[in-house]
């Protein structure tokens, strides 16, 4: 009786990182240096930008070091649409983003910037 307890105790402690990561689901970090008002993805190459996932935030923007829940984006390799609130735009490229795991955009991936 005491080892089957102790099986079961060890597969609920494996399980769960696991559920509460997939909880968390993906979250975007802003380590820009500046305030979002838009945060885009796209298919690597492709310019057909998703939704402003700013609008899943209370105020509409994502502060420098602030982080943002991203909804409605399958895991996978994206192109990183940023506005910032001055209004320059720029694109990270081919960014990682894994379910249940925070991905971040720094000044320095930062490319293509336009005002």
Same mark, same amino acid.
């Given at each position: 009786m005491g080892s089957r307890f102790a099986v079961v =105790? $060890?597969?609920c402690s494996l399980a769960a990182p696991a559920f509460g990561a997939e909880r968390g689901g993906? &979250? !975007?970090w802003n380590l820009t240096g500046v305030t979002l008002d838009q945060v885009r993805l796209a298919l690597p190459g492709s310019g057909k930008?998703?939704?402003n996932q700013c =609008?899943?935030?209370r105020d509409g923007t994502v502060d420098f070091d602030e982080r943002l829940r991203i909804t409605d984006v399958q895991p996978g390799r994206y192109d990183v649409q %940023? &506005?910032?609130e001055g209004g320059r735009t720029c694109v990270a490229r081919n960014v990682e983003v894994k379910s249940g795991e %925070? !991905? =971040?955009v720094h000044e &320095?991936? $930062?490319?293509?910037c336009t005002k």
């Open positions: =105790a $060890l597969l993906i &979250r !975007f930008w998703g939704k =609008a899943n935030d %940023v &506005r910032e %925070v !991905f =971040a &320095r991936d $930062l490319t293509d």
